[in-house]
């Protein structure tokens, strides 16, 4: 559907953001003095992601390292991700582009690098080397403007640990909503007040918000958020689609079960850290260990007591995980 944004008289591609659960891949380095994108874990564990039935990915989110990747490179997983999805039977799978930068310029460049390697979205977060310069209303003009110029729409990122603790609030976010080229937020903050209040607003096929991990999924959906963009799918993904098609049910017992389960395995993903996060997906999913580790300069997961700590703290979902898998092929 086009439609006008209302500031420039573009014609821009609207389209809701799709509800369900969505994963920020992983980037897979190999273990060499340059570090270059290892393209056959890549490529692995974006088919296996894809083929988990997953309702989106996301390259170069947090998960995937976006600050330790170069442009190029971002444009790669991008048109690999769709490759993928095309030969394995899932060519309208979402695909969704971490864009950022220190600049307005910057983003705007990284959404139309976005578009022609084959992504749906860019998800945004408020640039903030400056962060002391960027006032509400600066943070406003930025997501305007941004979603002025952007050939494809914006998902706002609200993730203060990480922003400098800048905080697109409940009011910025009704004001930036009304811009027909955002489509919804994810709220790496944890509020879900937000939640509601965007829906309070908005319809989601207008506005929509996401919860940013999957431990409060189903609080998020019960006040009208429309899924989640979790990092606990990249090990995970049949047991966070459950959990997300069970929030949207009428069993409400098993949803709150599954959302209990879930969130108290989550915890080895906050608590390890990507680091940690990367090294536990390469010992479940079978990848080399020595090529599971983030880009310098952030350190190796190497403590013992720590691996065997996550290791445990991983665990319990294991099963059901598998379990599922073996129920899709059935």
């Known amino acids: 559907m086009a439609i006008s944004n209302g500031t420039n008289g573009a014609s821009k591609a609207g389209k809701p953001f799709p509800p369900g659960v969505h994963v920020p891949s992983l ?26 039935g997953l309702h989106g990915i996301v390259l170069a989110g947090t998960n995937g390292e976006a600050v330790a ?22 060519p309208d799978l979402t695909v969704i582009l971490g864009c950022g930068g220190g600049s ?3 983003v705007i460049e990284e959404t139309k690098l976005g578009k022609e390697a084959g992504a749906d979205y860019a998800l945004v977060m408020v640039p903030s080397y400056f962060h002391f310069a960027m006032s509400e209303d600066a943070i406003v003009s930025f997501f305007r403007e941004l979603a002025d110029a952007s050939p494809i729409p914006v998902l706002i990122y609200n993730f203060p640990g990480v922003s400098a603790g800048l905080d697109v609030n409940s009011e910025m976010l009704e ?35 996401l919860a940013g991990q999957s431990d409060w999924l189903l609080p ?18 049949r047991t966070c689609i459950e959990l997300y098609n069970l929030s949207v049910s009428d069993d409400k017992k098993a949803a709150e079960k599954a959302q209990i389960e879930l969130a108290a395995v989550e915890w080895g993903f906050a608590k390890g850290g990507i680091n940690g ?21 952030y350190p190796k997961f190497l403590d013992v007591k720590k691996q065997e700590w996550i290791m445990g703290v991983m665990k319990p979902l294991e099963a059901k995980e598998i379990s599922l898998k073996k129920l899709a092929k059935a």
């Open 175 to 209: 004001t930036l909503g009304a811009h027909p080229n955002i489509v919804g937020v994810k709220l790496t903050c944890g509020g879900i007040a937000k939640v509601a209040r965007v829906r309070s607003v908005f319809e989601p096929e207008t506005f929509c918000a």
């Open 27 to 52: 980037t897979w380095f190999l273990d060499d003095a340059n570090q270059e994108i290892d393209w056959d874990t890549q490529r692995k564990h974006i088919s296996f992601l894809i083929e988990s």
């Open 220 to 237: 998020a959906v019960s006040v009208g958020g429309v899924g989640t963009i979790t990092g606990l799918a990249n090990i995970y993904p």
């Open 277 to 297: 996060t990367k090294w536990v997906v390469a010992q479940y999913l079978g990848y080399l260990e020595s090529n599971c580790h983030t880009r310098r300069p």
């Open 104 to 106: 307005t310029r910057a």
């Open 69 to 90: 990747l170069s442009a190029t490179e971002k444009a790669k997983l991008v048109s690999t991700t769709r490759e993928l999805a095309i030969s394995l039977g899932r």
